[in-house]
């Protein structure tokens, strides 16, 4: 059944989930106003070895299901934050006007759109997606699904995900399996994601070590080589990227 609400924002009945949905809200907020988000900037010598190193772990799983160049292909960010993830698909070949986000902060969703201004940026909630059935090649959630606490909500995020994307597409999950000093996100494990997936062959990459090992190290002389040799290290690679083939 095609799901088009027409306004892309969560209704206020209970099966929506607006209840995790007004406090992942709150969480993002408040970040925000303590300037956390600054500790994110691309630039810094960690955050940029963190950076690339997701970035080799996508190009990898996008070039195995011979997705790349990008052209012609309509891609949904769920949860797109400022749009950073969206332009980084520039570089692989997408067109601007083939690009679409949500996100539930308007002022972010205002800054992807001064961004992306061809894109479709919406305010929205990725439990209820405003998007026709099969309608997207490729839907991206970067460290969404740890942000929700509830696991019926994590569960509609993947059914709409799902949903939306065409046959033969992917739906690309980065997030992580440990992050013991977040209190308000719970780590998605491999297990559970197969588990909101069932039946979807899934394809998982390592993709993140653990940003306090890379703090400690890139700064050093040899750091970055130190880095990347402890990626081959399973335990100690925080996040991953998994391509959940739809």
Known sequence: MTRSTGS???DDDPSTGSGETERVRAAYARRAELGLDARYDYWTPANLYIYQQRERALLDLLRRNRLLPLTGRSVLDAGCGDGAVLRD???????EAGLHGIDLLP??????????????????????????DASVDLVLAFTLLSSLLDAAARRRVCDEMARVTKPGGLVLVY???????????????????????????IEFRAATLAPPIVRALVRLPGGRLACSALEVIPFVQTHYLAAIHV
């Open 8 to 10: 892309g924002q969560a």
């Open 89 to 95: 698909l520039l570089r692989y070949g997408a067109a």
């Open 107 to 132: 002022d972010r969703v205002d800054s992807a759109r001064e961004r992306l201004p061809r894109a479709r940026i919406d305010v929205g909630d990725a439990q209820r997606l405003d998007y026709p």
């Open 175 to 201: 997030d992580f399996w440990t992050n013991p000093m977040n209190r308000d996100a719970r780590p998605l494990r491999r297990a559970e994601l197969r588990g909101l997936f069932p039946g979807k062959r």
